[in-house]
């Protein structure tokens, strides 16, 4: 089961941090657009097409490709949007996450653990694999708040090819002098210290997978914000075998340390060899280019795919013609 979580976070607001913070008023329906790609040709929720600010599609184009060549089943939960999808949903929650520089990023921590248990011990009855995805506009710096207030010194990727990384330093400043801590200030503060730092799809899934059977397979589809996750399980006491799959565009940006971490936090990872390069359209070709790079579960998905014996070519030719279709 390929499992997509939405969230929103007020961090992706702050001017210069996200592509997608670039379009405030459009901010909120980012990630339910996403949800939606998955079930629709284009999102219900809004009435335009799914692009950041230079033209280059979401990567739930990649995902959908994926899930139609795979045949995957797919299922989205709301892990705390201020709008919900137009396609079918599971509710974790309603809230977004708020600022943690200046108070609790996640303070509907009770209702969402008990939400994304109950959902996940539903599923572990029908299911023995689950692949979990994210959509979080500002999600790679929440993933840098969990994993500096865990002890992993680090940077984490972009959606674009200049990482703000200034811009997210000075957030991890604002935070950790908020809460008077150094790197590694809320380690064995367990969930509570993506509650803290965080995000609310952090808490859903990390709360997801602990209440998963042992038998269940899990694979965490995302670069450094799932990243964030395993190392938030792993705090949890979480020792389960876990597959981190991303990106060769993830892998390959010398601003991450995606690699680094996951050899620290102990999970293997995976990165899908895609290849745009030589695509008739702009908006994909620049995936090589270091645009957009990750979202949507695009890693993941595609891993998934080729598990169901789905090549990569397969996979690039239904982006191709799903594009298409999008932009025409």
Known sequence: MFILFISETDLSKIPGLSAAGQNIEALPYTAPADADMLFYDRPKVIDCIPLDPFGHPTPAVVTKAAVIEGKLPVMVMRAGTSIAPASPFSDITSAPGRDPRFCMAVPDVRNIIKNASAAAQKLSKETKRVVLAESVPGGTTTALMLLRSLGYDGTVSSAGPV????????????????????????????????????????VSVASFV???????????????????????????????????????????????????????????????????????????????????????????????????????????????????????
């Not at 602990?210 to 965490?220: R, T």
């Not at 565009?249 to 010398?254: I, M, N, Q, S």
């Not at 601003?255 to 060899?273: H, L, M, N, R």
């Not at 070709?285 to 598990?307: H, I, L, P, R, T």
């Open 163 to 202: 990482n703000p990384i200034a811009i997210k330093e000075e957030i991890w400043n604002g935070v950790s002098s908020r809460l008077g801590i150094k790197t590694g200030g809320l380690k064995c503060s367990g969930i509570g210290a993506a509650a803290e730092v965080g995000d609310p799809m952090q």
């Open 210 to 328: 602990e209440a998963l059977p042992p038998d269940v397979e899990v694979i965490l589809a995302g670069g450094t914000q799932m990243i964030a996750v395993a190392a938030l399980l792993r705090e949890m006491g979480e020792t389960r075998p876990m597959l981190v799959a991303t990106t060769k565009y993830v892998c390959a940006d010398k601003t991450s340390c995606f690699v680094q971490y996951a050899e620290k936090i102990g999970v293997d990872w995976y990165s899908a060899p895609l290849d745009f390069s030589h695509s008739k359209y702009k908006g994909l070709a620049d995936y090589e280019n270091g645009f957009v790079k990750e979202g949507v579960g695009m890693g993941g998905s595609v891993w998934y795919a080729v598990q169901n014996g789905v090549s990569i070519d397969k996979i690039t030719e239904k982006t191709e013609l799903l594009y298409e279709k999008l932009i025409s």
